[in-house]
């Protein structure tokens, strides 16, 4: 009797034992999920700093800097080619990303550089309503913040798959606007998948917007009453920044340096133009009209800065979806009206959370191991126990 009370109280003990031991393991799964998809944004945003403009030459007050955030290619999965895990795996990603460099970064103005979605360019209308409450999930912001987009090759559809549907249903959910002026500091959208140079009819009404744009930034650069453009209103006399989807004609990414630039097998294959940049014409086309200081493009998934006649720099900004890339990252600009300072944050690596939970994963699987004898033993013992009270 007294030996199975004894057998029972031991038998007890480990029960309680075993519970808090699985309370333990799943307060470990719990803190490795916590940190893999939520705390490492915070940790890895909060090393991010907006540049610094230098200060004015003479001795002049500080301009006003505007505080923008530029990504790209987000491509969010659609629902032909998108498979349900990736899509919400990738999704959240991006929205734990977005929200907390909100959060933490404070931007005034958020550009994304096209291909917004991976289907636009054939989803069906359902299709297409059902990506975009998704895409204002994700990218919400507080009504202080601007987010400003231009089409994609993926939104609208490559040149000769776009149509006036595509178009006019992209510019319904976001804006058709092609100028945006705040602080002092221009910004020119260009729907650079229209810069074909064929006079469609989509093509002709774009650079039509262009031309008109590039004539009031020309007259706000001008004299007063010097030339045609009358005595009206006038754009910030500033030169703008060109901002679109498509980089500007290079012949490869064999010049691009960098953690996030192309692998180095392909950074040597030739750019087709009118498909992983723009026309040699469009581009010249595109400098001669807007004489801008900085060129911000995505399209090629990957960074790369280059110099257009010596002077005019682009920067290519990476994918800011995982499925993308290891390492994503979006680019912070501080601008005035005469300067501006751009630095890169850069997100938490796929690698690194892989690692984590792997390597949870694996503490788990042996702390388990190690305990199934441990915990197989005393029931054992205490059957035998029972038994040997029984056959008494
Ligand atoms: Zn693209």
Same mark, same amino acid.
């Given at each position: 009797?007294?030996? /199975?009370?004894?057998?029972?109280?031991?038998?007890?003990?480990?029960?309680?034992?075993?519970?808090?031991?699985?309370?333990?393991?799943?307060?470990?799964?719990?803190?490795?999920?916590?940190?893999?998809?939520?705390?490492?944004?915070?940790?890895?945003?909060?090393?991010?700093?907006?540049?610094?403009?230098?200060?004015?030459?003479?001795?002049?007050?500080?301009? &006003?800097?505007?505080?923008?955030?530029?990504?790209?290619?987000?491509?969010?999965?659609?629902?032909?080619?998108?498979?349900?895990?990736?899509?919400?795996?990738?999704?959240?990603?991006?929205?734990?990303?977005?929200?907390?460099?909100?959060?933490?970064?404070?931007?005034?103005?958020?550009?994304?550089?096209?291909?917004?979605?991976?289907?636009?360019?054939?989803?069906? &209308?359902?299709?297409?309503?059902?990506?975009?409450?998704?895409?204002?999930?994700?990218?919400?912001?507080?009504?202080?913040?601007?987010?400003?987009?231009?089409?994609?090759?993926?939104?609208?559809?490559?040149?000769?798959?776009?149509?006036?549907?595509?178009?006019?249903?992209?510019?319904?959910?976001?804006?058709?606007?092609?100028?945006?002026?705040?602080?002092?500091?221009?910004?020119?959208?260009?729907?650079?998948?229209?810069?074909?140079?064929?006079?469609?009819?989509?093509?002709?009404?774009?650079? /039509?917007?262009?031309?008109?744009?590039?004539?009031?930034?020309?007259?706000?650069?001008?004299?007063?009453?010097?030339?045609?453009?009358?005595?009206?209103?006038?754009?910030?006399?500033?030169?703008?920044?060109?901002?679109?989807?498509?980089?500007?004609?290079?012949?490869?990414?064999?010049?691009?340096?960098? &953690?996030?630039?192309?692998?180095?097998?392909?950074?040597?294959?030739?750019?087709?133009?009118?498909?992983?940049?723009?026309?040699?014409?469009?581009?010249?086309?595109?400098?001669?009209?807007?004489?801008?200081?900085?060129?911000?493009?995505?399209?090629?998934?990957?960074?790369?800065?280059?110099?257009?006649?010596?002077?005019?720099?682009?920067?290519?900004?990476?994918?800011?979806?995982?499925?993308?890339?290891?390492?994503?990252?979006?680019?912070?600009?501080?601008?005035?009206?005469?300067?501006?300072?751009?630095?890169?944050?850069?997100?938490?690596?796929?690698?690194?959370?892989?690692?984590?939970?792997?390597?949870?994963?694996?503490?788990?699987?042996?702390?388990?191991?190690?305990?199934?004898?441990?915990?197989?033993?005393?029931?054992?013992?205490?059957?035998?126990?029972?038994?040997?009270?029984?056959?008494?």
């Amino acid at each position: 009797m007294c030996l /199975a009370r004894r057998g029972w109280r031991r038998q007890g003990f480990r029960l309680l034992e075993r519970s808090s031991l699985l309370w333990k393991l799943m307060a470990v799964i719990f803190a490795a999920l916590l940190f893999c998809e939520f705390s490492i944004y915070y940790l890895v945003i909060f090393r991010c700093h907006w540049p610094e403009v230098a200060p004015p030459a003479h001795s002049g007050e500080q301009a &006003p800097v505007l505080r923008a955030m530029v990504l790209a290619d987000t491509h969010l999965l659609g629902e032909v080619q998108g498979h349900w895990l990736d899509k919400l795996r990738r999704e959240w990603q991006m929205e734990r990303a977005f929200q907390t460099a909100l959060w933490v970064l404070q931007p005034e103005v958020i550009f994304i550089l096209g291909d917004i979605f991976d289907e636009g360019k054939w989803s069906s &209308p359902q299709a297409w309503a059902d990506d975009l409450g998704r895409f204002q999930k994700m990218f919400r912001h507080p009504s202080h913040m601007q987010l400003k987009v231009v089409a994609g090759n993926h939104d609208i559809g490559f040149h000769y798959w776009m149509s006036s549907y595509t178009v006019q249903r992209f510019e319904k959910a976001f804006s058709a606007e092609r100028l945006f002026s705040q602080k002092g500091v221009n910004f020119v959208m260009v729907n650079s998948v229209a810069m074909e140079g064929d006079s469609c009819s989509i093509c002709a009404v774009a650079e /039509a917007e262009l031309l008109e744009i590039s004539r009031l930034l020309n007259c706000s650069r001008e004299v007063r009453g010097s030339g045609p453009c009358g005595a009206g209103q006038r754009l910030p006399p500033s030169a703008p920044v060109l901002l679109q989807h498509y980089p500007l004609y290079r012949a490869s990414d064999a010049n691009c340096s960098g &953690p996030d630039a192309a692998p180095p097998e392909e950074r040597s294959i030739p750019f087709k133009e009118r498909y992983d940049a723009l026309s040699q014409e469009a581009s010249q086309k595109l400098l001669w009209w807007f004489r801008p200081r900085l060129v911000l493009s995505g399209h090629t998934h990957s960074a790369c800065e280059v110099l257009h006649s010596g002077r005019i720099r682009e920067l290519s900004v990476p994918s800011f979806s995982w499925r993308n890339r290891n390492n994503p990252s979006f680019v912070m600009a501080s601008l005035t009206s005469h300067d501006y300072a751009l630095s890169k944050c850069f997100l938490p690596q796929e690698d690194t959370v892989l690692a984590t939970y792997c390597g949870v994963a694996g503490l788990l699987a042996a702390f388990g191991l190690a305990h199934a004898g441990r915990w197989a033993l005393p029931f054992l013992s205490g059957w035998t126990a029972l038994r040997t009270h029984r056959a008494r």
